[in-house]
Nanobody, 115 residues
Framework: QVQLVESGGGLVQPGGSLRLSCAASGINFGIRAMGWYRQAPGKQRELVAVIHSGGSANYADSVKGRFAISRDNAKNTVYLQMNSLKPEDTAIYYC?????????WGQGTQVTVSS
């Protein structure tokens, strides 16, 4: 059974930093990509960043230069380093894993950017 466990969310002031982690268990092979999505109140879920099995990454325009995604393949863990946070980054952040085109979601972690 595939399970994704996220951690690292919280309350931070504008300009601050947070690091999200997502550990995937129950997967022995076949992870094609790992990524982060977010959903703000009243808005649709959107892609934040994704990192592919070869190491290449893609980012939403709104977070380029501020966020960095990385992964530890040995631990089946993906990270999202978020710097220079803005109030508009406030959302629930969800981890997503693509296992041979079967997609799995974490439970979400709240990130709130406010003074």
């Amino acid at each position: 059974q595939v399970q994704l466990v996220e951690s690292g969310g919280g309350l931070v002031q504008p300009g601050g930093s947070l690091r999200l982690s997502c550990a995937a268990s129950g997967i022995n092979f076949g992870i094609r990509a790992m990524g982060w999505y977010r959903q703000a109140p009243g808005k649709q879920r959107e892609l934040v960043a994704v990192i592919h099995s070869g190491g290449s990454a893609n980012y939403a325009d709104s977070v380029k230069g501020r966020f960095a995604i990385s992964r530890d393949n040995a631990k089946n863990t993906v990270y999202l380093q978020m710097n220079s946070l803005k109030p508009e980054d406030t959302a629930i952040y969800y981890c997503n894993v693509d296992v041979n085109r079967d997609y799995y979601w974490g439970q979400g972690t709240q990130v709130t950017v406010s003074s």
